[in-house]
């Protein structure tokens, strides 16, 4: 089965430094969305991408945080300078052009660790 | 800000009993998602439903959409530890591609 591939899956790091998470969505898919999840929060979307474009960045904090997609094989996402509140699973999901009824596919996420 | 609810929060059962999780809001939604995700890993989806009223089922499992779009209940018939693991709702809007998820109901099925 085809699916959705982040790197790393685990990252400790001081607070300060920057973090880059990558994402290889399934091929085919040109919706691209990351989330983070948090025990309080839940999971909440942070930004989305269709055909490599932002969509809707509105969860994200831009001071700190920035989202790509270089090409459609791969979307980053970037925390600099990274804090502790940060720490978090970043998932990442993609899927087929259409509506919110497409399913997203999402990969097994990036445990992140700020200390 | 469309939010969905979902209850309870944490269910601990033994194997072989039924058990109904529910996920309820004040806004209304053209579809409405169940997903479930397992320890370290990312959330798979179990089903979409997009009718009011629609009741799919995937062997154990009964999914129901409330007849104005606004809830969702998922049944678990006879559950087993497999069935273990966080169970998540969330609701489209349609066109835009946006989901706004549940925070989820984290069961555990003791053998």
């Known amino acids: 089965d085809a699916r959705v591939t982040q790197t790393p899956r685990h990252k400790v790091t001081e607070m300060g430094q920057e973090v880059t998470m990558r994402c290889q969505p399934i091929?085919?898919?040109?919706?691209v969305f990351w989330y983070r999840q948090t025990m309080m929060q839940g999971l909440e979307l942070l930004a989305y991408f269709r055909n490599r474009a932002p969509l809707d960045d509105s969860g994200m904090p831009k001071d700190r945080f920035s989202a790509e997609m270089p090409d459609t094989t791969l979307a980053t996402l970037k925390i600099q300078p990274s804090e502790p509140r940060d720490s978090a699973v970043y998932f990442c999901a993609s899927s087929t052009t259409g509506s919110s009824h497409q399913p997203q596919h999402f990969g097994d996420g990036t445990r992140l660790s700020i200390l | 800000t469309q939010l969905l609810e979902q209850s309870p929060q944490f269910l601990s059962i033994q194997e072989g009993e039924n058990l109904t999780v529910y996920c309820n809001s004040s806004s209304v939604f053209s579809s409405l998602q169940w997903y479930r995700q397992e320890p370290g890993e990312g959330p798979v989806l179990l089903v979409t439903v997009v009718t009011g009223g629609e009741v799919k089922k995937l062997k154990r499992l009964t999914f129901q959409f409330g007849d104005a779009r606004k809830d969702s209940s998922l049944h678990i018939t006879a559950a087993q530890p497999g069935d273990t693991g966080l169970y998540l709702c969330a609701g489209g809007g349609g066109s835009n591609y946006k989901l706004t998820f549940g925070k989820g109901t984290l069961l555990t099925v003791n053998p």
């Open positions: 091929l085919g898919h040109n919706t």
